[in-house]
Each structure stands twice: as structure tokens, then as C-alpha cells.
């Protein structure tokens, strides 16, 4: 796997299409639209890219933590230490959030938003919904394409056009649904 330099992999359509790569390296979308396969094996994808996960509350976790925020509900982070990457995610939030938490977090690895050969991390919490960052802006893109790629996701509308349905073959949660209908252009 390469991965990009972060400061040409910020916009949308690129972080889409290093997301759709990375899939196809896994999973042949062909095979996928016949049998009507729609959940991404995440663990396939991290256990592959050698990705530590941790689960637990993160919030409980970092409590005592001065430099990082509580005050918003830790989703997730990505962090980087000398043995590699690992992936936390707040085992409080619903397994459809967990999925786009995680998914998110490979996105920012395979743009490669952690930078240098220092130990940091990047935290996912309510903020990085606001889409002013542009490296979180291409992480929910490259997640909303591995968690429901456009084409299998198309194909899922097609055989239901009910998109409580469309999240549950997806394993993704309503509004991530309606968020990808609407950017996708299939709603208004």
C-alpha cells in the first residue's frame, strides 16, 4: 500500500478514490454487486495494514488528560508510535458509529494526515463534523466511500430505495445514509 502526500490528498474525490483503491485491493466490487455483499470487512482491512485496535471509553480514558478535550465525546483517534499505527475507538457509541470512526481513522493513515516520525495522534470528536478542517473533511469522504462505495451503494438503492434498509446492508447508521444520498445527488 502507498500512501500520498497529505498536502495533495485534502479534497473529496481524492480521498474517494484512495478509499475505492484500498477497498479493491481487498474485495472485488464485481463479486460484491452479484451476491449483493455489502458490508466492508473492516477488520480484513486493519489486521492487513498491520493497525493495532483498541476499544474502550475514551472519554473515561483521558479524563485525567490536560491536553485533550473531554468536553465533546471522544469518537476515536488515530496514533502513530514507533511499532506502527493503532486505532482507538469509544466503545460507547453505537457499532455503526464505531464503523465510521474506524474507517475514518484509516483514511487519515492512507492520506497520510500524521506526519513526521514524532508519536501524535488525531482525535475524532464532534468537531471534526463541522467540515472546517480539510483533513477532516477527506476522512469522512474516504470513509463514507469504504464503508459505502458508490457504485455497491447505488446498487443497494436500486433494491431498496428505504434508506433505514440501505444502513442496516451497509452496517452504517441512518444520518451517515442520508449524508451519502444527498452527496451522491440520489436526495435533496
Same mark, same amino acid.
Given at each position: 500500500m502507498?500512501?500520498?502526500?497529505s ?8 480521498a474517494a478514490e484512495?478509499?475505492i ?5 481487498f ?11 455489502f ?8 489486521e ?6 483498541l476499544?474502550g ?5 483521558f479524563?485525567?488528560?490536560?491536553e485533550?478535550?473531554?468536553?465533546e465525546?471522544?469518537?476515536?483517534f488515530?496514533y502513530?508510535?514507533?511499532s506502527g499505527?493503532?486505532?482507538?475507538v469509544n #466503545?460507547?457509541?453505537a457499532?455503526?458509529?464505531?464503523? /465510521?470512526? &474506524?474507517a475514518? =481513522?484509516?483514511? *487519515?493513515?492512507? $492520506?497520510n494526515h ?38 455497491l ?7 431498496s #430505495?428505504?434508506s433505514?434498509e440501505l444502513?442496516?446492508r /451497509?452496517? &452504517?447508521?441512518? =444520518?451517515?445514509t *442520508?449524508?451519502? $444520498?444527498r452527496?451522491l445527488?440520489?436526495?435533496?
Amino acid at each position: 500500500m502507498t500512501m500520498a502526500n497529505s498536502s495533495k490528498i485534502l479534497d473529496k474525490k481524492s480521498a474517494a478514490e484512495k478509499a475505492i483503491e484500498l477497498y479493491e485491493q481487498f474485495f472485488n466490487i464485481d463479486e460484491a454487486l452479484d451476491s449483493s455483499q455489502f458490508i466492508t470487512d473492516l477488520d480484513k482491512i486493519i489486521e492487513a495494514l498491520g493497525i493495532k485496535l483498541l476499544e474502550g471509553n475514551l472519554n473515561d480514558i483521558f479524563a485525567d488528560d490536560p491536553e485533550v478535550d473531554t468536553e465533546e465525546q471522544i469518537a476515536g483517534f488515530l496514533y502513530k508510535e514507533a511499532s506502527g499505527y493503532m486505532i482507538a475507538v469509544n #466503545d460507547q457509541d453505537a457499532l455503526t458509529r464505531q464503523r /465510521f470512526t &474506524v474507517a475514518h =481513522e484509516i483514511g *487519515h493513515l492512507v $492520506l497520510n494526515h500524521l506526519e513526521g516520525d514524532e508519536a501524535h495522534s488525531i482525535f475524532r470528536n464532534g468537531v471534526t463534523t463541522t467540515g472546517t478542517d480539510p483533513r477532516e473533511i477527506a476522512a469522512n469522504a474516504f470513509a463514507a466511500e469504504l464503508l459505502m462505495p458508490e457504485r455497491l451503494f447505488k446498487r443497494g438503492f436500486f433494491l431498496s #430505495d428505504d434508506s433505514s434498509e440501505l444502513a442496516m446492508r /451497509f452496517a &452504517v447508521s441512518l =444520518e451517515a445514509t *442520508h449524508v451519502r $444520498l444527498r452527496n451522491l445527488g440520489m436526495i435533496w
